[in-house]
């Protein structure tokens, strides 16, 4: 699909709003290319166009997200580009979906412990369910894997292994964050 890369509205006086982290706009692009370039307005159309609520509902019920709040679910710029009122954990964010053919499995960061013996101390399982379709999750794999490739992750890319995730940072660069996947493992690492 084609989205339109241009100002959301003028805040008058403050410019435009949403910006990007490179100047100028592309004008009519691809939803793919806005995932890869980053085009911070691209996001906030598609919000826009999905709907907030919808947005809310989606992450809390389908992709385990807790931290979010009611407000998060009333204000465009929180669900668009991640502005949430308390945050989300890195846990959240792990994007299993996508590599698991659209089925969300309860992250976690070990599966069992066992004691010299082979005997199991803990058992860490987990609940799975379907999230998504799976050509979703194998567009949005593919896109993701195109940010590393090409994109803003590039700094993750390395020979020899299909790499997907995607880059995010806040106002004045005081957080960033990276969430990605190998076919093995997903995680998220944030610094600020």
Same mark, same amino acid.
């Given at each position: &699909?084609?989205?339109?890369?241009?100002?959301?509205?003028?805040? &008058?006086?403050?410019?435009?709003?949403? $910006?990007?982290?490179?100047?100028?706009?592309? =004008?009519?692009?691809?939803?793919?290319?806005?995932?890869? @370039?980053?085009?911070?307005?691209?996001?906030?159309?598609?919000?826009?166009?999905?709907?907030?609520?919808? &947005?809310? $509902?989606?992450?809390?019920?389908?992709?385990?997200?807790?931290?979010?709040? #009611?407000?998060?679910?009333?204000?465009?710029?929180?669900?668009?580009? =991640?502005?949430? @009122?308390?945050?989300?954990?890195?846990? #959240?964010?792990? /994007?299993? !979906?996508?590599? %698991?053919?659209?089925?969300?499995?309860?992250?976690?960061? /070990?599966?069992?412990?066992?004691?010299?013996?082979?005997?199991?101390?803990?058992? %860490?399982?987990? @609940?799975?369910?379907?999230?998504?379709?799976?050509?979703? !999750?194998?567009?949005?794999?593919?896109?993701?894997?195109?940010?590393?490739?090409? +994109?803003?992750?590039?700094?993750? /890319?390395?020979? +020899?292994? &299909?790499?997907? =995730? $995607?880059?995010?940072?806040?106002?004045?660069?005081?957080?960033?964050?990276?969430? +990605?996947?190998?076919?093995?493992?997903?995680?998220?690492?944030?610094? +600020?």
């Amino acid at each position: &699909s084609a989205i339109d890369d241009y100002p959301v509205r003028d805040l &008058s006086g403050y410019g435009a709003w949403p $910006k990007n982290s490179h100047s100028g706009f592309y =004008g009519l692009t691809t939803v793919w290319t806005a995932l890869v @370039e980053s085009l911070n307005t691209c996001a906030v159309r598609t919000n826009l166009m999905y709907g907030t609520y919808n &947005s809310y $509902k989606f992450m809390t019920e389908k992709l385990g997200f807790t931290t979010l709040t #009611e407000t998060d679910s009333q204000q465009v710029g929180n669900m668009a580009l =991640g502005g949430f @009122e308390n945050g989300v954990t890195t846990l #959240e964010m792990a /994007y299993s !979906a996508f590599v %698991n053919d659209g089925i969300y499995t309860t992250p976690r960061t /070990y599966s069992r412990v066992e004691d010299s013996k082979g005997n199991v101390i803990i058992d %860490n399982n987990t @609940e799975s369910h379907v999230a998504m379709k799976k050509t979703t !999750a194998y567009l949005m794999r593919s896109i993701l894997q195109d940010v590393v490739r090409r +994109g803003s992750g590039g700094g993750a /890319y390395f020979s +020899g292994m &299909s790499i997907g =995730g $995607k880059t995010g940072t806040t106002d004045d660069a005081r957080d960033r964050y990276f969430a +990605g996947f190998t076919p093995y493992y997903c995680a998220a690492a944030w610094s +600020g």
